[in-house]
């Protein structure tokens, strides 16, 4: 299973940014798609997540300007970001909690991760 993610870039304060995550290869099904992401000197942490059961959740600190979604049938999770800080720059890794086949369990992979940078 590989996941591809796109989408990031440089952006204003106040701007926005929409990121994509592709997943590909030997997949049965997906549970939950998310991101995380994380910032020079901080731990990793996480930013949104898109159960299988279509709930979401979000970090306090984005909530009201991040909108996680998935599309099932292209294995792909999205997440529009709003309203940009200063303090969203990041490093925003894609995951997803899979089962390959029918007789495996679950396992979380991850994506490469794309630069996010909200300055003037």
Known sequence: VQLQASGGGLVQPGGSLRLSCAATGRIFSIIDMGWYRQAPGK?????????????????????????????????????????LKPEDTAVYFCYANVRADFHSGPRDYWGQGTQVTVSS
């Open 43 to 83: 731990q990793r942490e996480l930013v949104a997540v898109s159960t299988s059961g279509g709930s979401t959740n979000y970090a306090d600190s984005v909530k009201g300007r991040f909108t996680i979604s998935r599309d099932n049938a292209k294995k792909t999770v999205y997440l529009q970001m709003n309203s």
